[in-house]
């Protein structure tokens, strides 16, 4: 059974930092692309950023290039989010989706065939 489990959201002030994690099992990881997606209230999930854990591709979408940085420990199955200069726009559910033999259109939610069950993220003005 695949598992996705996202761990490290939490409450900061604009401008600062946060770290997420996804930590996946039940899988081959390097069969994977693994995403970063978020949901603010009243709006649609929207991709964030991605990483095709065998070609080592990235994908950031424009609102948080610069700022949001993504990688992976290969050894521990796990894929980071290094989210920095949080805006209160930043503010969501954040989740990890993982999409097997990776995938061409790394925003697209249908593409993911497996989804973590969420972490907050609020950035306070």
């Known amino acids: 059974e695949v598992q996705l489990v996202e761990s490290g959201g939490g409450l900061v002030q604009a401008g600062g930092s946060l770290r997420l994690s996804c930590a996946a099992s039940g899988l081959t990881f390097d069969d994977y692309s693994i995403g970063w997606f978020r949901q603010a209230p009243g709006k649609e999930r929207e991709g964030v950023s991605s990483i095709n854990i065998g070609t080592g591709s990235i994908y950031y979408a424009d609102s948080v290039k610069g700022r949001f940085t993504i990688s992976s420990d290969n050894a521990k199955n796990t894929v980071y989010l290094q989210m920095n200069s949080l805006k209160p726009e930043d503010t969501a559910v954040y989740y990890c989706?993982?999409?097997?033999?990776?995938?061409?259109?790394?925003?697209?939610?249908?593409?993911?065939?497996?989804w973590g069950q969420g972490t907050q993220v609020t950035a306070s003005s």
């Open positions: 989706a993982a999409a097997e033999g990776g995938t061409l259109y790394p925003s697209k939610l249908s593409e993911y065939e497996y």
